[in-house]
């Protein structure tokens, strides 16, 4: 079996499945309190669907980008339990999650996060058919800097799309194919699908160097002198 974790955003889920057929899932909207609520999610799932931890062969989790202190709770309570009951851990990139759904259509994909400050986090793919390959590192941006990098007819995807949709959509006109989704965008469906392939394929990554996809530094707010 096995445990799909994402609290990449606020938006967060975990699932489980059998050999990438999923069992169960439960998705929220987390209020900053993804540390408070991610173990009671594992157990509730666990607990509905009759699971033992102990019959986990696979944790997937999702890496980032995305929110510094829900990557955080994710990547500490997957490492926790990799370590704690030795099970194999899988990371994936969100952005991957996020346009994974839409390969083989036959046109670019970009898939975008919100990463605050009027910035969003994007990665861009070649979603021919047959083939499924990311074109470059994925970076931040102003949507309008990423309008003027689309040179062809593109769909975008993901959860950025409710807060930049209608400025890509101006920016762009007709390059632009926008999909209309509305949050949670990221399924544990998609997770236990592409992280039971690198699972089969013999894919691990080392719990003691992984770290979340952060993409920058955290704001830091300097603590205020006492009066």
């Known amino acids: 079996m096995?445990?799909?974790?994402?609290?990449?955003?606020?938006?967060?889920?975990v699932g489980l499945s059998q050999e990438r057929k999923i069992l169960a899932e439960y998705s929220w909207l987390s209020r900053q309190n993804h540390s408070v609520e991610l173990l009671p999610a594992v157990e509730h799932l666990l607990r509905t669907t009759g699971t033992a931890l102990q019959d986990v062969?696979?944790?997937?989790?999702?890496?980032?980008?995305g929110g510094f202190s829900a990557l955080r709770v994710g990547?500490?309570?997957?490492?926790?339990?990799?370590?704690?009951?030795?099970?194999p851990l899988v990371a994936l990139n969100t952005l991957d999650i996020e346009a994974y759904p839409f390969r083989g259509l036959g046109?670019?994909?970009?898939?975008?996060l919100d990463m605050g400050r009027g910035e969003l986090a994007m990665a861009l793919y070649d979603g021919g058919k047959g083939?499924?390959?990311?074109?470059?590192?994925e970076q931040i941006m102003t949507p309008e800097e990423l309008c003027s990098r689309i040179q062809e007819h593109t769909l975008f995807c993901g959860e950025?799309?409710?807060?930049?949709?209608?400025?890509?959509e101006e920016g762009l006109g007709e390059k632009g194919v926008i999909v209309e989704?509305?949050?949670?965008?990221?399924?544990?469906?998609t997770l236990a699908q592409m992280g039971y392939q690198r699972f089969q394929q013999g894919e691990r990554d080392d719990i003691y160097s992984l770290e979340p996809r952060y993409l920058r530094?955290?704001?830091?707010?300097?603590?205020?002198r006492p009066a």
């Open 2 to 13: 096995e445990l799909s974790i994402d609290t990449s955003t606020r938006y967060a889920s």
């Open 57 to 65: 062969d696979c944790i997937i989790l999702a890496t980032g980008p």
């Open 75 to 87: 990547m500490s309570t997957a490492k926790g339990l990799s370590t704690s009951m030795g099970i």
């Open 107 to 112: 046109m670019p994909v970009c898939s975008i």
């Open 131 to 137: 083939n499924w390959s990311k074109l470059g590192e």
């Open 160 to 168: 950025g799309v409710s807060i930049y949709g209608t400025a890509l």
């Open 181 to 189: 989704q509305l949050p949670p965008t990221r399924s544990p469906v």
């Open 217 to 224: 530094r955290p704001t830091i707010t300097a603590p205020r």
